[in-house]
């Protein structure tokens, strides 16, 4: 186990995390008893899960899905239409 005070650990923190990386316990101590404080140790690694509405269960996309709109479904009229 590794000891050291709060100014300790503020000058060394880089080798502090290298030996928490590497299995150590870190205790970081305050004032003149030391008494401990916290302790240093590393943490695991989050996985970053993407959520799409493909993952979503029973969730299709119709078959029309990639075709071309017709005028009406996008709301176009004939006035629309004419050359200006």
Known sequence: MVTATIFEAKTNLSELIRQALNGETVLITSGREKKP????????????????????????????????????????????????
């Open 37 to 84: 404080m916290v302790t240093l140790a590393p943490v695991e690694p989050i996985k970053v899960q993407r959520l799409g509405f493909m993952a979503t269960p029973g969730f299709e996309i119709p078959d029309s899905f990639w075709e071309p709109m017709s005028d009406e479904e996008c709301g176009y009229s004939d006035d629309d239409l004419v050359a200006q």
